[in-house]
């Protein structure tokens, strides 16, 4: 069953409303990159996310590691590895960031992480396609088939890449020592489809969005994916 498309109406509804402010509200001054993160709990087949627990830790971490002038992070979020579950709590931190973002007046990055639990490298996610066929009930038990994510936005082989140069953000990893590689299926699961949300409100507010899929913590171990988050920080603030 495809979800209640008058409830994606209302967040998009509300996004205008937050675009018509934001642009009242724009001034000039200096310029700064401001990565909100986000991560899911955990799901059918994988009992830990390590998502969840990278992105928990993340500003703890890069508080002692430092991060680039002009870099901020901004909120770091868990959110349930739900279709539609997952769209109230995306939605708030997105008008905050919008908030938030016209007060420094810079860049605005919207970052997330999911797991591959198949994988043995980071993946980075060039696009989300405008489906959603999930393999599996997601975490509230909905299991759509075939359904479009946003209907008026058309078919669901519809596409929307990220405007974020991945080729240079893959070179900045590969010269620290991460494997990593540039992935243009995030599948059609809950990733796919926030990530989906994700560019198409970027888009549509002069932000920025990627999606990264990283794998298990017994394929790569915990200490490692930390590093590879906060590197991986520095290499959107740097490229974007």
């Not at 002692?64 to 770091?76: A, E, I, P």
């Amino acid at each position: 069953m495809c979800p209640p498309q008058a409830l994606v109406e209302v967040y998009i509804k509300h996004w205008n409303c937050i675009e018509v402010r934001s642009n009242e509200m724009g001034s000039e001054g200096p310029k700064g990159v401001t990565i909100h993160v986000t991560g899911f709990k955990k799901f059918q087949g994988v009992a830990e996310n390590p998502t969840e627990t990278m992105v928990s830790n993340l500003k703890t971490f890069v508080g002692k590691r430092g991060l680039l002038d002009g870099v901020t992070l901004g909120s770091c979020t868990v959110l349930e590895t739900a279709g539609d579950g997952a769209l109230p709590m995306l939605y708030k931190i997105m008008e905050l960031g919008v908030a938030n973002g016209n007060s420094s007046n810079g860049q605005v990055v919207w970052l997330h992480f999911g797991v591959n639990n198949g994988a043995v490298k980071f993946a980075i996610e060039r696009q989300a396609v405008n489906e959603a066929t999930f393999c599996c009930p997601d975490e509230f038990g909905w299991q759509p088939q075939q359904c479009p994510i946003v209907h008026e936005d058309g078919e669901t082989s519809r596409a929307r890449e990220t405007s974020c140069p991945v080729e240079a953000i893959l070179q900045f990893l590969k010269k620290k020592g991460f494997d990593a590689t540039i992935s243009d299926d995030a599948g059609r699961f809950v990733c796919n489809y926030v990530y989906y949300h994700s560019l198409r409100f970027a888009e549509q507010r002069g932000h920025k969005s990627l999606f990264v899929h990283v794998p298990l913590f017994s394929r790569i171990d915990e200490a490692t994916q930390m590093q590879f988050a906060a590197t991986l920080v520095e290499a959107i603030a740097s490229t974007c």
